[in-house]
Each structure stands twice: as C-alpha cells, then as structure tokens.
C-alpha cells in the first residue's frame, strides 16, 4: 500500500509565487486497485509519481510505502546513461537481489534494441531509453509499478508487447498509470484520479474521470483564448 497522510509539494514559479502540485492531500492506493491519473501537462502528475517512488521528498506531511515499488517508468529516471543496456540491467538486478542473466537475457528479447542493448545508453533515442527501462522493470518484478505514458513508445508490435506484458504483471501487481490514451486507462484502470491545482479527485468510474479531464482540458482552452 502507499499512503499520502496529509502532503502538501510546491514549486516556486519564475517570477514569483509557487506552483501547487499537492495540497495537505490525504489518501490511499490500495493493492489490487488499477488507478489512472489524468491532468493537463505541467499539472504535476509526474512528480505525483516521483513522490510516490520515493524519489521526490514533501514540503510537509508523509508517504508510507509497503511492498516492492517501481521507480517511474518513463522517459526519463532509472537508467545511467554512461552504462550499456546491459550494464543497466545487471546493475539493477543486482540492487533487487535477482538473477542477472535472466534479467538480461528478458531485457534482450523485450526491448528489442539490438546491438544497441551493449551501447552506452546515452547513444539512445528517448524511446529506446524507455523501452530499456521499461524492460528490466518489467524482469525484476514489482507490486506496484509506476508508468508514466512509456507504453506510447515503439512500433504497433512493441506496443502490444507492452500491453501483453501489463496484462500478466496486474494479475499479482498494481499499476498506476499515468497516460492521455483514454483507451489505455480503460483497459488498464479500475478508477480514475485528476490533477489539477493542487488537488487530485478520484472517480470510482474511470469514465467519469476522463469525462472530468476533458472538461477541464476544456474550461482551460476556453479562458487561454478569451484571454488572448
């Protein structure tokens, strides 16, 4: 389970004043629930996902991790970019205490990057750095994973790869999903969460947040241009 008791996060603006990612926020993601997290770009839905993995640190309040969680998996973040994919992989499974080979040998055959796999990784094109990341994430084995739109990466094939690959893990894993594919959430999510100034709303029904994000998108589309 990951706990939010009571967290607030902001980030000072240019110019002045702060950006609101949380605000004194107060819930719990439960196992076994499948949760998409909409909101417009810049709302914060990324550094919800750093504060959940552990990598960001609240301005007040406190997160309670139990069980095994993923590092965000997106574009960028878990990877170093000196070290060959298959560094990477080693070096990661050898933190979780896992087989190696095996985790190398999955990574190879999964993320399809061919001789690229023992090229430094800063040679890499952002969506081969995600599919890398995505990969040994995937090998090592978590109860929570943390993805950020890195399924949106790749050619038709690997995308469904990438679903195949989410529908074994959710069957003993929870995912938290971050994604502006509304067909992926429904697939995906059992409930929605949006963001937006500093508060995030869950919605039992994931169609009812998509709803609530589209709306949003909406209202903010209509003030930028009425005050253009």
Same mark, same amino acid.
């Given at each position: ?13 240019? *110019? ?20 998409? @997290? ?9 550094? $919800?996902?750093?504060?959940?993995? *552990?990598?960001?640190?609240?301005? !007040?309040?406190?997160? #309670?991790?139990? *069980?095994? #969680? !993923? ?11 000196? $070290? ?10 050898? @933190? ?13 055959? %999964? ?18 750095? &995600? ?10 084995? %978590?109860?929570?994973?943390? @993805? ?9 094939? %690997? ?13 003993? &894993? ?8 509304? &067909?992926? $959430?429904? &697939? ?13 709303? %869950? ?26």
């Amino acid at each position: 389970m990951i706990i939010f008791d009571r967290v607030s996060k902001a980030f000072p603006r240019p *110019g002045g004043g702060k950006k609101v990612i949380l605000n004194n926020f107060t819930a719990a993601f439960r196992p076994g629930i499948n949760v998409g @997290i909409l909101g417009r770009n810049g709302a914060g839905k990324s550094t $919800l996902m750093n504060l959940m993995s *552990g990598g960001d640190m609240p301005d !007040s309040g406190r997160i #309670i991790r139990e *069980g095994r #969680i !993923s590092w965000p998996l997106g574009f960028k973040g878990g990877i170093h970019a000196k $070290l060959t994919g298959t560094q990477n992989a080693k070096f990661i499974a050898d @933190i979780y205490g896992r087989n190696w080979r095996k985790v190398i040998d999955f990574v190879t055959d %999964f993320a399809e990057l061919g001789p690229y796999i023992d090229m430094p990784v800063k040679t890499y094109s952002a969506g081969m750095r &995600a599919r890398l990341a995505f990969g040994i994430c995937m090998a090592i084995g %978590f109860e929570y994973y943390l @993805i950020d739109e890195v399924i949106a990466v790749g050619d038709s094939t %690997f995308k469904k790869k990438c679903k195949a690959v989410f529908e074994e893990r959710r069957e003993n &894993a929870t995912l938290l999903l971050v994604s502006h594919s509304s &067909a992926l $959430l429904r &697939a995906f999510c059992d409930i929605g969460g949006v963001l937006a100034d500093g508060e995030l709303t %869950f919605y039992d029904d994931i169609e009812e947040a998509i709803q609530a994000h589209e709306d949003n998108q909406s209202r903010s589309e209509r003030n930028r241009m009425q005050s253009a």
